[in-house]
């Protein structure tokens, strides 16, 4: 049809992985959800020296796809509900794979025009999905963290600026001190972003929350009377055990009051905007000055997709843009670089894009409310089997439960250890997955939904899972 010759060895590698890929998919509903395959055994398929000849590209897929069977984890199944991880929706993967091929460096709107075109459209489609200021600019960065990095390094440069420091040019020796008010449940991420940026773990203030994990308001004014300015706050949009929301339309004038830049950790829950049901927990959010948020989890798109958003696109811009000789800029078209820490990079404006067409506003919302009914449901009905403690109800997508030691006079540490078994348990059922977590000092399960594929059948699976392993009089490891 388009020419490619059958006998094409690129077009016989693809043919195989196409193959292979189709397979993989068919065979979601069946496959084990934890990989079977350990370290070890992996190693040695996998491992050996580098080969001093080459090998047929077919030949290198077709032993890389049998070499990797059983060290794939099922998390594009319906069955897995650990950490806070997406699966893909088809016309995301379809456009990834193109991606792939047309191997676009999306540095440049003249390395690869409609990549930037794309990226352009993509930024305004999500703003006006997520209902954040129409004016913010944005970059798609790899993910969540380096749109954390992308948004810090703004604000620095505008808390900085307006003390006349230019730390761009000056950097951070001698530097008026930027002082980090954060939600205390805020997510590593943010740690690691004020690493980088040389602001230094030392300069982060803890500011108390409920046990829900919302900021309280008197805490934060408290921590604000007494910061040194120039002052960040971070707020959260879904705590990640329990999906819940700092109040904005209380927060952030308050944080304004003082000067300070309002960051938002958004990851998964700044989809909440989308959905009708949802869209009042982040009221106020769109207030704040920079917003960090993923495709690869929620959106469902492939891995290596986040974005970052700044309402002070001038601080965002005099942050990371360069100009080089040897650089074509096009005068009128969005140059990523201008706006992205990378320099070449992956044109991964693509899958968000047909992502958001294959899903469209409706779509977007109906998968976002779907997995809030199914965490509710998880919750619920796993919470109602003997032995089970709900700890935190779902307010989105994540909850939290305990599994307790039936034996009488059990402490707290026998119940750590019973829920650390149940879920390594389910996780060798093969029928669901689920993480641990350490969560107000107790160990704990959560409960995350976070993939379109998930329906009722693997939400009765997972139920089931439960249900026969609480129902056994000994657990696996148990003496
Ligand atoms: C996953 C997550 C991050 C980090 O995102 P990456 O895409 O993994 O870089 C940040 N914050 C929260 C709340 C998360 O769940």
Known sequence: ?????????????????????????????????AAPVGLTALRTRLGRPLP???????????????????????????????????????????????????DQNAALHSCGPAAAVVEEVVGEWLKDLLRLPPRAS????????????????????????RLGWDVERMGLNGAPPIQILANNQRHGSIERAVRLLGLGTQSIVDVATTREGRIQTTALDEALRNAAIPTIVLLNAGDF?????????????????????????????????????HGHLTAGVDTADSWAIDGHKWLNVPFDCGYAFVADSQAHRDALSHRATYLTHHLEARDQIDWNPEWSRRARGF??????????RQGVAEMIER??????????????????????????????????????????QDHDRRTDEVIAAVAASGKAFFTGSSWHGRRVMRVSVCNWRTGERDVESAIEAFRTILASKQLPGEH
């Open 351 to 360: 899958p968000t894009y047909a992502a958001l067409r294959q899903l469209g």
């Open 138 to 161: 944005f970059a798609l960065t790899t993910g969540c963290q380096m749109a954390h990095v992308t948004c810090l390094a703004a604000a620095r440069h505008a808390l900085l600026g």
């Open 241 to 277: 055990h329990t999906g819940a929301f700092d109040g904005f339309d209380t927060l952030v004038p308050i944080a304004h009051r003082y000067d300070a830049w309002v960051h938002v950790d958004g990851s998964f829950g700044l989809w909440a905007s989308s959905s009708l049901r």
């Open 52 to 102: 001093d000849e080459g090998t047929s590209p077919e030949a290198v897929i077709l032993e890389l796809i049998s070499n990797c069977e059983g060290g794939i984890v099922g998390s594009a199944t319906g069955r897995f509900f650990g950490w806070v991880i997406g699966g893909s929706i088809p016309a995301a993967i379809a456009a990834d794979w193109l991606t792939t091929v047309w």
């Open 371 to 412: 997995c809030c009914r199914y965490a509710s449901i998880l919750v619920d009905e796993i919470g109602a089997l003997p032995g089970v403690e709900i700890m935190a109800i779902p307010i989105i997508n994540q909850g939290v439960l305990r599994f307790l030691d039936p034996r009488p006079g059990a402490s707290d």
């Open 1 to 33: 049809m388009c020419g490619l010759d059958d006998f094409d060895s690129t077009g016989a590698a693809l043919r195989i992985a196409f193959n292979a890929s189709l397979c993989f998919l068919a065979n979601l509903g069946r496959m084990p959800v």
